[in-house]
């Protein structure tokens, strides 16, 4: 043990013998190394179009991301996104694949560390009966630092209400 790192060793038993020879590494962080990824929830009208903010909270600075947000059940659809104040050196793009959009931003500049919004995506709901609650979360969630190392990240699901659209009578 070094630290941070931690060295576990690996039995592989083939006919009663032990060889203690292969060596798994795994890295535990401590919590405060961890950025935190969100999507702030909310309510969107049936039919209509809401800006949500996507922020991280991150320790140090970051020279690019890519992570893909689902939504449960498949009710909204990301028609636009939008970069801040923290990304504005970045290029931000999405593309929607199979109920699911992938997010990839990068630039010549870095995220400082810091918390805040890093992009502004525009959610466009369905048209549903009744209230409905959307689970929205992240996977496939990639951070790199500045020399270039994957960082550890938490993602935090959100909900999203939509809300049926009441005709006036």
Do not use: W
Not at 20 to 46: A, K, R
Not at 120 to 148: H, K, Q, R, S, W
Request: a negative charge; hydrophobic letters at 35%; aromatic letters at 8%.
């Amino acid at each position: 043990r070094d630290g941070k790192n931690v060295t576990i060793p690996k039995d592989i038993y083939d006919d009663g013998i032990s060889n203690i020879t292969e060596v798994i590494c795994i890295t535990v962080f401590p919590p405060e190394d961890y950025s935190h990824l969100t999507l702030e929830g909310g309510f969107i009208q049936s039919g209509e179009s809401e800006e949500f903010n996507i922020s991280l909270s991150n320790p140090v600075d970051i020279v690019g991301f890519q992570f893909t947000i689902t939504d449960f059940p498949d009710r909204l659809t990301m028609t636009d996104i939008e970069l801040t104040d923290r990304t504005s050196n970045f290029v931000l793009e999405f593309t929607e694949h199979e109920g699911s959009v992938i997010i990839v931003g990068f630039g010549m500049g870095v995220i400082d560390q810091g918390e805040g919004p890093i992009a502004i995506a525009t959610l466009v709901a369905d048209m549903v009966e009744y209230t409905t609650n959307v689970e929205i979360g992240f996977t496939d969630i990639f951070l790199g630092g500045t020399p270039g190392e994957l960082l550890p990240v938490l993602d935090h699901e959100e909900s999203a209400y939509l809300r049926h659209h009441q005709r006036d009578i």
